[in-house]
C-alpha cells in the first residue's frame, strides 16, 4: 500500500469513527453539562457523569465520597444490576447479607444503606420513586441466560448480567471471583409465607433512585433482565445514569439516626474516612 491509499484509508477509519460517536445514544454526554437528560433542580454545570445504557449494556464509574449517583428508568424495564467497591481497597466489597441484616430490613428503598462486609456503609439511598428492587437474587447468569434465551456472552444479543458485570470489572483489574452477588434496582420481588419469591417487575416508567457514595467508590453496573422476569423474551429498556457532588451523610441525617446499627456503620465509614484523609 502507498502512502497516498494508507492516508486514504486512515482518513476514512477516521470519519467512520466519528460518525458512529455523532450517531451513537449509548456513549457517555461529554461534557456531562451536555446532556439533554439533566435531573430536575439540578445545575447542569455540576453534573460530573451522563450516560444512558443500552438494553443488554453495562457502564462502570469511579466517584469520590459524597457523589450522587441518579439511575433512571425512563421507559419503565430498565434492570440496573450494580456492585460497589471501596476504590481505595477493592478488596471490600457490597455484601447483601449485610445490607439486609444491619438495617434489619430485607427490601431496599429509601433511607437504606449499602454496606460491605467490613461494616462499612459504601452507599445510601437517598431517594426511591420505584420501591421496586431486589437484594436476594443476584444478576443473571451465564448458566441461566444460555438455557433460557440460547446466548449469553456480552457480543450476543442476550448478554448475562454477570457477564455485562465481569466487563465492567475487568476495566479496574477485577476478575469474576472479586465479583460478589448484585443489587437491583426497578425489577422487584417479595418473599411470600412459604419462602417462595413473587414477581412484582417495575414499577413502571419514569421512576428513579438517587445512591450517595459513603467511601470513594467504583461501581458496576449492568441492563440486563433480572432473572426472575417471568417473560420469554429477553427484555429490558434504556438505564440512565448521571451523577453530581453533594456530602456524604453525617451524625445530623436521618439514615445514621435510624437504629444503633446504621449509626455504628456509619461512624465506622466515617471514622475510615478521616485515617484516610478525605
Known amino acids: 500500500m502507498g502512502r497516498r491509499e494508507a492516508l486514504g484509508s486512515v482518513g476514512s477509519a477516521r470519519s467512520d469513527a466519528r460518525g458512529r460517536a455523532t450517531r451513537s445514544a449509548w456513549m457517555p454526554d461529554v461534557p456531562a453539562s451536555a446532556t439533554p437528560d439533566v435531573p430536575a433542580g439540578v445545575d447542569p454545570a455540576a453534573l460530573l457523569w451522563a450516560e444512558t445504557l443500552a438494553p443488554g449494556g453495562y457502564t462502570h464509574l469511579r466517584v469520590a465520597r459524597g457523589t450522587r449517583i441518579r439511575l433512571e428508568d425512563p421507559q419503565g424495564d430498565a434492570s440496573a444490576a450494580l456492585l460497589l467497591f471501596n476504590a481505595l481497597h477493592p478488596g471490600e ?26 461494616g462499612r456503609v459504601l452507599a445510601t439511598v437517598l431517594d426511591d420513586t420505584s420501591g421496586h428492587h431486589d437484594a436476594f437474587c443476584g444478576a443473571s447468569s451465564d448458566a441461566w ?34 465479583l460478589p452477588p448484585a443489587v437491583t434496582f426497578f425489577q422487584g420481588l417479595r418473599v411470600a409465607a412459604d419462602g417462595s419469591f413473587t414477581w412484582l417487575g417495575s414499577a413502571g416508567p419514569g421512576t428513579h433512585v438517587d445512591l450517595v457514595a459513603e467511601l470513594p467508590l467504583i461501581l458496576l453496573i449492568a441492563n440486563a433482565p433480572h432473572p426472575r ?4 423474551d429477553y427484555l429490558t429498556t434504556p438505564l440512565r445514569v ?26 465506622n465509614t466515617i471514622a475510615y474516612a478521616a485515617l484516610a484523609g478525605l
Open 145 to 178: 441466560n444460555l438455557e433460557r434465551y440460547g446466548a449469553s456472552s456480552p457480543e450476543s444479543a442476550s448478554p448475562s448480567g454477570q457477564a455485562l458485570l465481569a466487563m465492567a470489572g475487568a476495566k479496574h483489574g477485577l476478575t469474576r471471583r472479586d
Open 242 to 267: 448521571t451523577a453530581w457532588r453533594e456530602r456524604a451523610t453525617g451524625p445530623g441525617d436521618a439514615a445514621y439516626a435510624a437504629s444503633p446499627e446504621r449509626a455504628r456503620a456509619y461512624d
Open 229 to 232: 422476569d417471568p417473560r420469554s
Open 93 to 118: 466489597r457490597l455484601n447483601v447479607a449485610d445490607t439486609q441484616k444491619i438495617p434489619w430490613q430485607a427490601y431496599i428503598t429509601t433511607g437504606h444503606p449499602l454496606l460491605s462486609g467490613d
